[in-house]
């Protein structure tokens, strides 16, 4: 499509709301309202910072903090300027957060000062390519880092800022992933996935002007950036931020703020559900909200069940993942079966199919293929992993699911062992084991997921030692060693909550080591 009005559509369409909100409220951060003026003259006196200090189209530029105002500042100014916005996962760590970094390219990083993303950063040290420090928050900046003030205050115009508006085929944002099958990949998005995808996925669900979103997910994962943030810009919502997610808080949200939709991933409906035992009556306020949505991991039916009997709501479960965003969903007006996460959503199609790449009949499971509107443009300088991720035009999504009767599509789990879901995040078991392997008493090591209720699965560890003779006596500090290294290489949700010394761990006749008889014979799951 050649350059026009035409090929800039959806980069349109998510500035409408700032260009025609005006004073209504856009955004409610620790107790603060911002209008949709205010985010307006914000986003532009910062794209205007950015180019004054060198920052070009097509640039990287990594936002590593906490959801606040100044991140959906940031993106938008990002957005402006058609810089490429780099997520980074807050409970990275070193080696984690390097990666991004390096992988991307990232000529910025904004962070808060003080913060443990901001020590992170300090560990790694300068870096090739890293040439700005940006930092949130009103404080006093370190040294050789720019302050926010100089970014969104002053006495220039950012009014007589002008830079070519970004094309709908561009990238708009640089999500990683989990790293389930080695180092994250970089899923390149394109403005045109963003808003096709998720204007799909939000129409679908009635998002309108008047729906007020309690968003306490993370930005740095689609779930809330493509959903709460863009969804509400589609829609002229208002955004109700949380910096992390508080059960008491958001019950707080619906009785006093107005909030009316609030999505969420397993884990934070289990706290949900232990707030309203010990505080029944918050069910009342809870009762008020249009529409509770679940993602990011199953959701046992369990607790669909008693968060109905709580609230008189029926969770909407839908099922995405960062290549392809959301491809599945509950009907809204449909029947919402637990368990389940629906019907494709509309631009987008789903095969479950047998290791031959044939459909598998109804009931039969089958790995899920995926076409989507807001599929990824690619992984980020890795040509070769992008063209494996496709097969006949389709995404390979590595997760196993069926259908049932009626079409409603149901996910059994990944067809690899080695990735661990806990609290919505995928977890490479390999990475951790990479990880365990470099502490100098252990010889072998495996790990695997174990059955959790809050969490989904939790991580354990079986772990060989060199020396049998120290098995009994050192158990304690090789639990040690372990916590240990893993709070300077891992984020937190990574760690081993079990850890168990073994003489030798299950294999088969070929010699690969058996996950699942570990599973059950050294954890008695």
Known sequence: MSSGTSSRARVGRLFAALREGGAREALRFAGRSFSYEDLDASSRRYAAALARIGIR??????????SCTEVLVSLLGHYRSGVIHVPINTRYRGEEARHILVDSGARAVLFEPGSEQASVLDGIGPLPGLERRIAFGAAPAPDGVIPWDAMTGGDFDSAAFSSPVPEDGDTAVLVYT?????????????FRALVDNTSALTQGWEFAREDRLALALPLFHVHGLAIG???ALLHGMTILLSSRFDAAEIAREFAEDGATVFMGVPTMYVRLLEHLAAQPGAAKALARARLFTSGSAPLPAADFVRFEQATGHRILERYGMTETLFTLTNPYAGERRPGTVGFPVEGCSVRIVDEAGRDVPVGEPGEILVQSNGQMTEYWGREADTGVASRDG?????????????GYVRILGRQSVDVIKSGGFKISAREIEDVLAALPRIREVAVVGLPDPVWGERVAAAVVLRDPLESGALEAEVEAEVEAICARALADYKRPRE???VAELPRNALGKVQKHRIVGEVFGR
């Open 229 to 231: 943030v863009h969804g």
């Open 57 to 66: 189209r097509g640039d990287r530029v990594a936002v590593f903090a906490e």
């Open 394 to 406: 389709w995404f390979v999504t590595g997760d196993v699911g069926q259908s049932d009767k009626d």
């Open 499 to 501: 850890i168990r010394i």
């Open 178 to 190: 989990s790293g389930t099958t080695g180092k994250s990949k970089g899923a390149a998005l394109s």
